[in-house]
């Protein structure tokens, strides 16, 4: 059964930093594509980050770049997202997702599997 499991979310002060972490199984994890999306209170679901399956290409929403990165590592079936810098707007529910196209997509309907989520709360 393919499941994405998110770790790593709680509460940091603002400027703070945080490392999410997902872990994949039951699929090929190193054919797809990895996706952190993010839901704030009251808004829709949006793309953040996003990396090819390769390693070559990335996308970073324009309220991320230069605070988020992404890495994956294809031995462990594990993708992370370093956090730094974080302001109150970057609060929700951080979801990893898979997405088996061969182009880069931000967008959630190509995903094929979901983790629950982890919640991330930047707040003094």
């Known amino acids: 059964q393919e499941q994405m499991v998110e770790s790593g979310g709680g509460l940091v002060q603002p400027g703070g930093s945080l490392r999410l972490s997902c872990a994949g199984s039951?699929?090929?994890?190193?054919?797809?594509?990895i996706g952190w999306f993010r839901q704030a209170p009251g808004k829709t679901r949006e793309a953040v980050v996003c990396i090819s399956s390769d390693d070559r290409l990335a996308y970073y929403g324009d309220s991320v770049k230069g605070r988020f990165t992404i890495g994956r590592d294809d031995a462990r079936n594990t993708a992370e997202l370093q956090m730094n810098n974080l302001v109150p707007q970057d609060t929700g529910v951080y979801y990893c997702a898979a997405d088996h196209s061969t182009s880069l997509a931000a967008v959630e309907i190509m995903y094929d599997y979901w983790g629950q989520g982890t919640q991330v709360t930047v707040s003094s």
């Open positions: 039951g699929f090929r994890f190193d054919d797809y594509s």
